[in-house]
């Protein structure tokens, strides 16, 4: 304990920028798990709180909308799991076989602009571009196709959420697996290429092996977050022509609980989806643990 003192002594700057990040964590993600057990109560602006047990879980179970939700949820998770999460991998590998210094600095700097923006200004970018007038049918009209409207079509919304996700968060993303490659030792690569290796060869056998266990924590820590689907994302671009398509377990809480006031039933539907997150990212943890030897800690 004393040597754990000590070196908050010493660091006590860099303890002091960590202070506020600590905080937020302790009102908004601590705090509110003693709330929690508000989901096994019938609320009561008046007076005590009556205890129900698992009333509130089995009408959530029964429930066909809850049903129709949950499955929203996984479907847009697993897109997002699958399509976007070799995104970054990609563009990592990409900018870091560009040898052109500047150029290299300006297409990193393109690639994490769109992070900074809000949920609110991509959602209004989105849906100018996917637009019956926007740039995208625009072009269609180009090639003599018909025009379409993205953002109510349910056979395409979920499509839009993927894109808009990969547009928004490739780049950000692509930092962990940038800052892998540049501790990678360049005697390696020279090694390689005295051997014969070709520049797939060396990203094949050099590279990748390097960032494996960067990949592996990324994509336990992404499976911990499953569940939500992105609220603020859905919240944006969700209207009720394609509600039926989109509408995830954070959208649904937040309907429920604050618009109609439900807030035991709502509390309830998200300790459920705390739960599976945990259950999903202790199982991803200890799998990795086994099968790599390397886990998230």
Same mark, same amino acid.
């Given at each position: 304990?004393?040597?754990?003192?000590?070196?908050?002594?010493?660091?006590?700057?860099? $303890?002091?920028?960590?202070?506020?990040?600590?905080?937020?964590?302790?009102?908004?993600?601590?705090? &509110?798990?003693?709330?929690?057990?508000?989901?096994?109560?019938?609320?009561?602006?008046?007076?005590?709180?009556?205890?129900?047990?698992?009333?509130?879980?089995?009408?959530?179970?029964?429930?066909?909308?809850? /049903?129709?939700?949950?499955?929203?949820?996984?479907?847009?998770? @697993?897109?997002?799991?699958? %399509?976007?999460?070799?995104? &970054?991998?990609?563009?990592?590998? =990409?900018?870091?076989?560009?040898?052109?210094?500047?150029?290299?600095?300006?297409?990193?700097?393109?690639?994490?602009?769109?992070?900074? #923006?809000?949920?609110?200004?991509?959602?209004?970018?989105?849906?100018?571009?996917?637009?019956?007038?926007?740039?995208?049918?625009?072009?269609?009209?180009?090639?003599?196709? &018909?025009?379409?409207?993205? =953002?109510?079509?349910?056979?395409?919304?979920?499509?839009? !959420?993927?894109?808009?996700? =990969?547009?928004?968060?490739?780049?950000?993303?692509?930092?962990? $697996?940038?800052?892998? /490659?540049?501790?990678? @030792?360049? *005697?390696?690569?020279?090694?390689?290429?005295?051997?014969?290796?070709?520049?797939? *060869? *060396?990203?094949? $056998?050099?590279?990748? &092996?390097?960032?494996?266990?960067?990949?592996?924590?990324?994509?336990?820590?992404?499976?911990?977050?499953?569940?939500?689907?992105? %609220?603020?994302?859905?919240?944006?671009? =969700?209207?009720? @022509?394609?509600?039926?398509?989109?509408?995830?377990?954070?959208?649904?809480?937040?309907?429920?609980?604050?618009?109609?006031? *439900? $807030?035991?039933?709502?509390?309830?539907? @998200? #300790?459920?989806?705390?739960?599976?997150? !945990?259950?999903?990212?202790?199982?991803?943890?200890?799998?990795?643990?086994? %099968?790599?030897?390397?886990?998230?800690?």
């Amino acid at each position: 304990m004393k040597k754990i003192w000590r070196k908050i002594c010493e660091d006590w700057i860099l $303890y002091l920028m960590l202070l506020p990040g600590i905080i937020f964590f302790v009102i908004f993600h601590v705090i &509110p798990i003693i709330g929690m057990k508000l989901a096994f109560q019938d609320y009561r602006i008046i007076g005590e709180n009556i205890w129900v047990g698992l009333k509130h879980f089995k009408i959530l179970f029964s429930s066909p909308a809850f /049903i129709d939700v949950l499955k929203n949820t996984v479907i847009i998770s @697993s897109m997002k799991i699958i %399509f976007i999460f070799p995104i &970054p991998i990609i563009l990592a590998l =990409m900018v870091n076989e560009v040898r052109n210094g500047p150029y290299r600095k300006y297409v990193q700097s393109v690639s994490y602009l769109p992070h900074f #923006l809000s949920w609110v200004v991509i959602a209004g970018i989105w849906i100018s571009f996917l637009s019956p007038n926007g740039g995208i049918n625009i072009i269609r009209e180009f090639f003599q196709l &018909p025009s379409l409207d993205f =953002m109510t079509s349910k056979e395409h919304i979920r499509w839009v !959420l993927v894109f808009s996700e =990969m547009w928004r968060s490739a780049g950000w993303d692509s930092i962990l $697996y940038i800052a892998a /490659i540049m501790k990678i @030792s360049p *005697q390696l690569y020279e090694a390689a290429k005295l051997d014969g290796a070709n520049t797939l *060869q *060396q990203m094949r $056998y050099i590279t990748l &092996p390097a960032m494996a266990s960067t990949v592996i924590t990324v994509f336990i820590l992404n499976l911990g977050f499953f569940m939500n689907a992105g %609220f603020d994302q859905v919240f944006n671009l =969700m209207n009720d @022509s394609v509600i039926s398509k989109v509408d995830i377990l954070d959208t649904y809480v937040y309907r429920i609980g604050l618009l109609n006031g *439900q $807030y035991a039933y709502a509390t309830a539907a @998200s #300790l459920f989806k705390g739960v599976i997150g !945990l259950v999903l990212i202790l199982s991803t943890h200890f799998l990795s643990k086994r %099968f790599t030897g390397k886990g998230v800690w």
